[in-house]
């Protein structure tokens, strides 16, 4: 069975700032990456190794210095809102609107008419179990439930793609280990195909169908890790002996990505990638 | 709830305990000190005690001039507050979208915020005349600075998060303004109309205190040269009374909207 | 946008100043030359600036700018000592703070200028009243500064020195002072700059001496180019004094 790439990324390099500046970070470095329709990848690397930034790019939200990506074989030039849906690790809900006002807005801005607003806004709730609490305000919910909510605007969106950047990171292990489980059950049940940047190598491991591993800073893809397990994956799979080798793979793959990083002398700050998108 | 009260001394502290009757209390204390010092302990040229400013506030409305004095001041500080809210929003909302404009325009506007404004109160009244006109816009050149500046802040203040997730979703740049910019602002907007009414409280009294020969000023400088401690006490209080029922409209407008601004 | 273009951006926001300010001055001069607005609304500029010159040099402004100081010097001191005591005193415990805080901030959002007439009938016109009108405004900023920065020191500092055995004086001078330290002066600067402003003002509504008088009563001999030049020394004074008072608080704040 021959499963169509859903994203392909080619030879993706990036720069910020001019390339006379000396203040200027390389990023990214020659990243290529195939990800097929249907399946969970994961970005896992060290700290500024360029991963978020790799996110920002597949969904049109940055140009890359050099290279492109293509989804579903278009070059990817400006975001894809009927294609592409981002879940980010900061609380990007709007504070002055309700959870299901919330939902409603993204439809509205990727322009879902009137009608079919309503349904796919309770669909979206019911998947995340946040049907009660539909008339909420984000300030009046924990951190896992606001994660959970972003998670329904996207998925109302009904897009056939998901790009998380950290989306469980500023969460506590446990609502994180809940999360991550309702994902996997949320993948067994959709075709999306999934892109996630994460820092954990036991959410690695847990979602990925493949795990992609940085290098440290400018960042490429070191290995392509393959973990055979069908979704949804039970909480078992946490203990067992093929859980227990791949992580400590990882482990060992990126232990001296990460030493090498924490040794840089003149470490220059991450630019934010997403601030300087935003701050036209 | 017992129907018979029992005054213990164990009760009567766990009432005082409360922090409004407590308030209450240093008002009432303050008040009874202010009448026993104008009655027995001051000449009564100088100060009136509260129960007989009270007992002549008719005799005060009755005097020729002054409900029609508080009326115009009233309407002044009306107008002036309108003024100040659409000029401010004329100004600050380009400056607030518009990055360059605000780059540029912004230090002068601090500038000019900063500048102790009752040096020209002359000014104004020389070119505006003793009438309403002058207390207006004075008031207004006090009241639409806090206006810009917290459209301005508002805007700023947008985390950049929220636009980004607007445009992956495919907003528009309208219905980024719409949706994001315009809500995101409405807290700010509403602190910035709190300030312009004290703003405009300040800009109109001062005129009106200023201006010797008609309004509120004929009437204070009148009391104050005939020794009237007890009309001129009612008129201060009637205008005071004024200023913090204005304050608190706004404010409590204030509080509404902003329900959702948790930070 | 990169660091080039953001310094290019800069200096462009510059030059609109720049261009601004060139183009206000340019027209008050034509406006008073070309187009004959009349000398008594709008003095010509060239003028304006050789009174404002004159008076600097003859030392026209000592009498005025005496009164003004020393009103605002009393009116402040008292500010200071009143709400320094005042507000530490309140903020020694929470139920009192809770009683009096908001008993400031309500009495503090009317506009206190309002009791000036009351002042000038009880203190007469000199400046005993200014310095009452002063003292009284400024003290709630002061007053409520103090309150926020003594009464919302972190318990852990506090409980941390008491566990180190510090005693009252020590937790008072090593522990409540420094942390407080920043807001009261922040509450200071502005009481300060309230202060000027009132005593500005109420020397321009009622008063026979001061700079703020020496405006009124130029206005009302409508002698407009002496009075353009006082406004610009008045204005150029408050700009120093405040400037002055910034550089001490931040000084001091350096200090601690």
Same mark, same amino acid.
């Given at each position: 069975?021959?499963?169509?790439?859903?994203?392909?990324?080619?030879?993706?390099?990036?720069?910020?700032?001019?390339?006379?500046?000396?203040?200027?970070?390389?990023?990214?470095?020659?990243?290529?990456?195939?990800?097929?329709?249907?399946?969970?990848?994961?970005?896992?690397?060290?700290?500024?190794?360029?991963?978020?930034?790799?996110?920002?790019?597949?969904?049109?939200?940055?140009?890359?210095?050099?290279?492109?990506?293509?989804?579903?074989?278009?070059?990817?030039?400006?975001?894809?809102?009927?294609?592409?849906?981002?879940?980010?690790?900061?609380?990007?809900?709007?504070?002055?609107?309700?959870?299901?006002?919330?939902?409603?807005?993204?439809?509205?801005?990727?322009?879902?008419?009137?009608?079919?607003?309503?349904?796919?806004?309770?669909?979206?709730?019911?998947?995340?179990?946040?049907?009660?609490?539909?008339?909420?305000?984000?300030?009046?919910?924990?951190?896992?439930?606001?994660?959970?909510?972003?998670?329904?605007?996207?998925?109302?969106?009904?897009?056939?793609?998901?790009?998380?950047?950290?989306?469980?990171?500023?969460?506590?292990?446990?609502?994180?280990?809940?999360?991550?489980?309702?994902?996997?059950?949320?993948?067994?049940?959709?075709?999306?195909?999934?892109?996630?940047?994460?820092?954990?190598?036991?959410?690695?491991?847990?979602?990925?169908?493949?795990?992609?591993?940085?290098?440290?800073?400018?960042?490429?893809?070191?290995?392509?890790?393959?973990?055979?397990?069908?979704?949804?994956?039970?909480?078992?799979?946490?203990?067992?002996?093929?859980?227990?080798?791949?992580?400590?793979?990882?482990?060992?793959?990126?232990?001296?990505?990460?030493?090498?990083?924490?040794?840089?002398?003149?470490?220059?700050?991450?630019?934010?990638?997403?601030?300087?998108?935003?701050?036209? | 709830?017992?129907?018979?009260?029992?005054?213990?001394?164990?009760?009567?502290?766990?009432?005082?305990?409360?922090?409004?009757?407590?308030?209450?209390?240093?008002?009432?204390?303050?008040?009874?000190?202010?009448?026993?010092?104008?009655?027995?302990?001051?000449?009564?040229?100088?100060?009136?005690?509260?129960?007989?400013?009270?007992?002549?506030?008719?005799?005060?409305?009755?005097?020729?001039?002054?409900?029609?004095?508080?009326?115009?001041?009233?309407?002044?500080?009306?107008?002036?507050?309108?003024?100040?809210?659409?000029?401010?929003?004329?100004?600050?909302?380009?400056?607030?979208?518009?990055?360059?404009?605000?780059?540029?325009?912004?230090?002068?506007?601090?500038?000019?915020?900063?500048?102790?404004?009752?040096?020209?109160?002359?000014?104004?009244?020389?070119?505006?005349?003793?009438?309403?006109?002058?207390?207006?816009?004075?008031?207004?050149?006090?009241?639409?600075?806090?206006?810009?500046?917290?459209?301005?802040?508002?805007?700023?203040?947008?985390?950049?998060?929220?636009?980004?997730?607007?445009?992956?979703?495919?907003?528009?740049?309208?219905?980024?303004?719409?949706?994001?910019?315009?809500?995101?602002?409405?807290?700010?907007?509403?602190?910035?109309?709190?300030?312009?009414?004290?703003?405009?409280?300040?800009?109109?009294?001062?005129?009106?205190?200023?201006?010797?020969?008609?309004?509120?000023?004929?009437?204070?400088?009148?009391?104050?040269?005939?020794?009237?401690?007890?009309?001129?006490?009612?008129?201060?209080?009637?205008?005071?009374?004024?200023?913090?029922?204005?304050?608190?409209?706004?404010?409590?407008?204030?509080?509404?909207?902003?329900?959702?601004?948790?930070? | 946008?990169?660091?080039?273009?953001?310094?290019?951006?800069?200096?462009?926001?510059?030059?609109?100043?720049? $261009?601004?300010?060139?183009?206000?001055?340019?027209?008050?001069?034509?406006?008073?030359?070309?187009?004959?607005?009349?000398?008594?609304?709008?003095?010509?500029?060239?003028?304006?600036?050789?009174?404002?010159?004159?008076?600097?040099?003859?030392?026209?402004?000592?009498?005025?700018?005496?009164?003004?100081?020393?009103?605002?010097? $009393?009116?402040?001191?008292? $500010?200071?000592?009143?709400?320094?005591?005042?507000?530490?005193?309140?903020?020694?415990?929470?139920?009192?703070?809770?009683?009096?805080?908001?008993? *400031?901030?309500?009495?503090?959002?009317?506009?206190?200028?309002?009791?000036?007439?009351?002042?000038?009938?009880?203190?007469?016109?000199?400046?005993?009243?200014?310095?009452?009108?002063?003292?009284?405004?400024? *003290?709630?900023?002061?007053?409520?500064?103090?309150?926020?920065?003594?009464?919302?020191?972190?318990?852990?500092?506090?409980?941390?020195?008491?566990?180190?055995?510090?005693?009252?004086?020590?937790?008072?001078?090593?522990?409540?002072?420094?942390?407080?330290?920043?807001?009261?002066?922040?509450?200071?600067?502005?009481?300060?700059?309230?202060?000027?402003?009132?005593?500005?003002?109420?020397?321009?509504?009622?008063?026979?001496?001061?700079?703020?008088?020496?405006?009124?009563?130029?206005?009302?001999?409508?002698?407009?180019?002496?009075?353009?030049?006082?406004?610009?020394?008045?204005?150029?004074?408050?700009?120093?004094?405040?400037?002055?008072?910034?550089?001490?608080?931040?000084?001091?704040?350096?200090?601690?």
């Amino acid at each position: 069975m021959t499963r169509e790439i859903a994203i392909r990324i080619n030879s993706v390099s990036h720069r910020f700032g001019e390339t006379d500046d000396a203040r200027g970070v390389r990023a990214l470095r020659d990243a290529s990456l195939e990800i097929m329709r249907g399946e969970l990848v994961c970005l896992i690397g060290p700290s500024g190794c360029g991963k978020s930034t790799l996110l920002s790019i597949m969904g049109g939200l940055m140009t890359p210095t050099a290279g492109d990506v293509e989804v579903l074989g278009r070059r990817v030039v400006a975001p894809m809102p009927r294609e592409i849906a981002f879940v980010f690790q900061e609380n990007a809900l709007f504070p002055w609107n309700t959870v299901i006002e919330n939902v409603n807005l993204g439809m509205v801005f990727q322009g879902v008419p009137r009608a079919e607003r309503e349904t796919r806004a309770s669909r979206a709730l019911e998947a995340v179990g946040l049907t009660d609490f539909a008339q909420h305000y984000p300030a009046q919910l924990s951190g896992g439930m606001r994660q959970r909510a972003a998670l329904a605007r996207a998925l109302s969106l009904e897009t056939g793609m998901l790009l998380m950047d950290e989306p469980f990171g500023a969460l506590d292990e446990q609502t994180r280990m809940i999360l991550g489980e309702d994902l996997s059950v949320l993948l067994s049940r959709t075709d999306k195909t999934i892109v996630f940047v994460t820092h954990s190598l036991g959410e690695a491991t847990f979602l990925a169908d493949r795990v992609a591993v940085f290098s440290a800073r400018p960042g490429s893809i070191k290995e392509l890790i393959a973990i055979d397990e069908p979704h949804p994956r039970k909480p078992e799979f946490v203990t067992s002996a093929k859980f227990t080798a791949i992580r400590n793979r990882l482990y060992a793959l990126l232990h001296e990505e990460i030493r090498k990083t924490m040794a840089e002398t003149e470490a220059p700050a991450r630019p934010d990638s997403f601030k300087r998108e935003a701050h036209r | 709830m017992t129907s018979r009260t029992t005054w213990t001394a164990a009760a009567l502290r766990a009432w005082l305990r409360r922090p409004w009757l407590a308030r209450i209390g240093v008002v009432v204390f303050l008040l009874g000190v202010w009448e026993i010092a104008a009655r027995w302990l001051i000449d009564p040229m100088f100060i009136s005690p509260p129960s007989r400013v009270f007992m002549s506030l008719d005799a005060l409305l009755e005097t020729r001039g002054v409900p029609a004095a508080l009326r115009v001041t009233f309407w002044e500080l009306g107008i002036a507050f309108v003024l100040s809210v659409v000029i401010g929003l004329v100004i600050g909302l380009p400056l607030g979208l518009a990055p360059f404009a605000r780059r540029s325009f912004m230090p002068i506007i601090l500038l000019l915020y900063g500048t102790p404004q009752v040096t020209i109160l002359p000014l104004f009244v020389l070119y505006f005349g003793i009438g309403p006109a002058s207390k207006i816009a004075f008031g207004v050149s006090h009241g639409f600075f806090p206006v810009i500046v917290t459209i301005v802040a508002g805007v700023q203040n947008i985390k950049p998060i929220l636009l980004t997730s607007a445009r992956s979703m495919g907003a528009s740049r309208y219905q980024i303004l719409r949706h994001i910019v315009f809500p995101h602002m409405i807290p700010s907007f509403f602190a910035g109309m709190r300030l312009a009414m004290t703003g405009v409280l300040l800009g109109v009294l001062l005129a009106e205190l200023y201006v010797s020969t008609a309004g509120i000023g004929y009437f204070t400088t009148l009391f104050t040269q005939s020794f009237d401690p007890t009309r001129l006490l009612g008129l201060v209080a009637l205008l005071a009374a004024m200023a913090i029922v204005l304050n608190e409209i706004v404010r409590r407008a204030e509080v509404h909207f902003s329900r959702w601004h948790s930070e | 946008m990169n660091a080039s273009t953001e310094r290019r951006q800069r200096l462009a926001s510059r030059g609109v100043q720049a $261009a601004f300010l060139i183009v206000l001055i340019a027209l008050w001069y034509v406006a008073t030359t070309r187009w004959r607005v009349s000398p008594l609304l709008l003095p010509n500029p060239v003028p304006v600036l050789s009174d404002f010159w004159e008076v600097l040099t003859t030392g026209e402004f000592i009498d005025d700018l005496r009164v003004t100081l020393s009103e605002l010097a $009393a009116a402040f001191v008292i $500010a200071a000592c009143g709400g320094l005591i005042v507000g530490y005193l309140v903020s020694r415990s929470h139920y009192r703070i809770r009683v009096f805080e908001p008993l *400031f901030a309500a009495v503090y959002s009317v506009p206190i200028i309002l009791f000036l007439p009351l002042y000038v009938l009880f203190f007469g016109l000199g400046p005993a009243s200014k310095i009452a009108l002063g003292a009284s405004i400024s *003290f709630f900023p002061i007053a409520l500064s103090t309150i926020a920065g003594f009464g919302y020191v972190e318990r852990m500092l506090v409980i941390a020195a008491r566990s180190m055995g510090a005693s009252d004086y020590q937790l008072f001078r090593y522990v409540l002072v420094p942390a407080a330290l920043p807001i009261i002066l922040t509450g200071m600067r502005i009481g300060f700059t309230v202060a000027l402003l009132s005593i500005i003002g109420s020397e321009t509504i009622a008063s026979l001496a001061g700079l703020g008088h020496r405006i009124v009563h130029l206005a009302e001999a409508m002698e407009m180019t002496r009075m353009f030049a006082y406004i610009i020394f008045v204005v150029a004074i408050a700009a120093i004094l405040n400037a002055l008072v910034s550089a001490l608080e931040a000084r001091v704040r350096r200090a601690r």
